[in-house]
């Protein structure tokens, strides 16, 4: 005979976590970042083959219900002295969400991603030292464990949530496309621990950003909050500053800020004074890419 109590809760020896409550997703719209390193030219073949092989139809397959938008962003190559910006040789990934991704019942995958380390050791995550070493292990979403990944001897992996919309149009609010090629330059910044944002702001938009209102080479300016609550990420800021070309980039952003006052906190000697790749990461983009994944995507289909 069927033991009523199991048929009666179907959620039996199922942690509370995990037990679907209906109407309680949060529809909460909003943008993540994704700041892809290259470590270094070898991998580049090998990381762009994981992405568009096996990470855009794993990905699309768990996301698609609630992501409207995923898309990559190829750097254009890196500017002279982009090291210090925390500049990300490989891409920027961007996604536009429905719902928080850290849902914990999300973690719920009938087939999981395929994410071996060696992807970390080719984005600079972890050392090379654990290349083979197999499929990351989860108990839950292995691109989730991924992005959570932290080594001392790596980079730590970016992932800035921010608002759908842009929350501060600082320059050059109705330009469109027919004023010219965009070299979008998207930077986020998080400050050193024991900085107080509201002192790390001032900075930011007292000391720095009239520079780059000032300079007739940057003609865009837009800036937003990072959603900290979301994962605890470690920036505060993500920033698009805007030129024709990568000598406006440097004019701007390596010659006019020398102007600049090193702050009591800096942890480089000179401008963007913060560490490369754990409290500033950036990449130069165009406005376009083919690789709106969504839309676009129709499989590894190899030049002959």
């Given at each position: 005979?069927?033991?009523t109590?199991?048929?009666?809760?179907?959620?039996?020896?199922?942690?509370?976590?995990?037990?679907?409550?209906?109407?309680?997703?949060?529809?909460?719209?909003?943008?993540?970042?994704?700041?892809?390193?290259?470590?270094?030219?070898?991998?580049?073949?090998?990381?762009?083959?994981?992405?568009?092989?096996?990470?855009?139809?794993?990905?699309?397959?768990?996301?698609?219900?609630?992501?409207?938008?995923?898309?990559?962003?190829?750097?254009?190559?890196?500017?002279?002295?982009?090291?210090?910006?925390?500049?990300?040789?490989?891409?920027?990934?961007?996604?536009?969400?429905?719902?928080?991704?850290?849902?914990?019942?999300?973690?719920?995958?009938?087939?999981?991603?395929t994410?071996?380390?060696?992807?970390?050791?080719?984005?600079?995550?972890?050392p090379?030292?654990?290349?083979?070493?197999?499929?990351?292990?989860?108990?839950?979403?292995?691109?989730?464990?991924?992005?959570?990944?932290?080594?001392?001897?790596?980079?730590?992996?970016?992932?800035?949530?921010?608002?759908?919309?842009?929350?501060?149009?600082?320059?050059?609010?109705?330009?469109?496309i027919?004023?010219?090629?965009?070299y979008?330059?998207?930077?986020?910044?998080?400050?050193?621990?024991?900085?107080?944002?509201?002192e790390?702001?001032?900075?930011?938009?007292?000391?720095?950003?009239?520079?780059?209102?000032?300079?007739?080479?940057?003609?865009?300016?837009?800036?937003?909050?990072?959603?900290?609550?979301?994962?605890?990420?470690?920036?505060?800021?993500?920033?698009?500053?805007?030129?024709e070309?990568?000598?406006?980039?440097?004019?701007?952003?390596?010659?006019?800020?020398?102007?600049?006052?090193?702050?009591?906190?800096?942890?480089?000697?000179?401008?963007?004074?913060?560490?490369?790749?754990?409290?500033?990461?950036?990449?130069?983009?165009?406005?376009?890419?083919?690789?709106?994944?969504?839309?676009?995507?129709?499989?590894?289909i190899?030049?002959?």
């Amino acid at each position: 005979m069927a033991d009523t109590n199991q048929i009666s809760n179907p959620t039996h020896d199922v942690p509370e976590r995990y037990i679907p409550k209906s109407g309680d997703f949060k529809f909460e719209p909003m943008r993540s970042l994704i700041y892809v390193d290259c470590a270094c030219e070898d991998y580049r073949p090998k990381l762009q083959r994981w992405l568009y092989k096996v990470h855009v139809p794993d990905s699309i397959s768990q996301f698609e219900p609630y992501v409207t938008k995923y898309a990559f962003y190829p750097s254009f190559p890196i500017p002279p002295e982009g090291d210090r910006f925390g500049y990300a040789r490989m891409q920027l990934t961007e996604h536009h969400w429905l719902v928080s991704d850290l849902d914990p019942r999300l973690e719920i995958k009938a087939i999981a991603e395929t994410f071996p380390m060696d992807v970390l050791v080719w984005q600079g995550n972890i050392p090379a030292a654990a290349l083979g070493g197999g499929q990351l292990e989860s108990e839950g979403d292995a691109g989730n464990a991924a992005r959570q990944s932290n080594n001392a001897e790596g980079k730590p992996f970016i992932f800035a949530f921010l608002p759908m919309w842009w929350e501060k149009d600082i320059k050059g609010k109705g330009r469109t496309i027919e004023d010219g090629a965009n070299y979008r330059f998207n930077m986020t910044i998080g400050f050193p621990a024991g900085v107080d944002k509201e002192e790390g702001a001032k900075w930011l938009f007292e000391k720095v950003i009239p520079i780059f209102e000032a300079a007739p080479e940057c003609t865009r300016i837009l800036c937003s909050n990072v959603k900290k609550e979301i994962n605890d990420c470690v920036m505060d800021y993500v920033l698009e500053l805007w030129f024709e070309n990568q000598s406006g980039w440097y004019k701007v952003m390596v010659e006019d800020t020398k102007a600049l006052e090193k702050p009591e906190w800096a942890q480089q000697d000179e401008f963007p004074f913060l560490k490369p790749y754990h409290n500033i990461c950036s990449a130069a983009v165009a406005d376009y890419t083919p690789s709106n994944n969504l839309a676009n995507y129709r499989g590894y289909i190899t030049m002959r």
